[in-house]
């Protein structure tokens, strides 16, 4: 099992950037899909982003593509989302997810096993 602690979130206005990181446990870092999620208020949890083993492959939600960037360093256990040009509507709580299945698109919550318990991300207009 893999616990996940994401960290980086914050207040930052409209415009300006964060980059949020996840440190999962463990020694086998390396043998999990993992993916960035998001949930506002009221709203179900949405896919923002998923990066592949080796961090050959990503995807992106449409809506992050071209601001977002998922990146993972497999030496230093850690997977990252740098996000640029943030808007209003990027406020959430964000969460760091694992998966130990077959690579695909990644953007589904239940192809996760692992969660962690998120990072508050504020834009403020």
């Known amino acids: 099992q893999v616990q996940l602690v994401e960290s980086g979130g914050g207040l930052v206005q409209a415009g300006n950037s964060l980059r949020l990181s996840c440190a999962p446990s463990g020694r086998t870092f390396s043998t999990y899909i993992m993916g960035w999620f998001r949930q506002a208020p009221g709203k179900d949890r949405e896919f923002v982003a998923a990066i592949n083993r080796a961090g050959v492959f990503t995807n992106y939600a449409d809506s992050v593509k071209g601001r977002f960037t998922i990146s993972r360093d497999n030496n230093k256990n850690t997977v990252d989302l740098q996000m640029n040009s943030l808007k209003p509507e990027d406020t959430a709580v964000y969460y760091c997810?694992?998966?130990?299945?077959?690579?695909?698109?990644?953007?589904?919550?239940?192809?996760?096993?692992?969660w962690g318990q998120g990072t508050q991300v504020t834009v403020s207009s």
């Open positions: 997810a694992a998966d130990h299945g077959t690579w695909s698109t990644h953007s589904r919550v239940y192809e996760y096993d692992y």
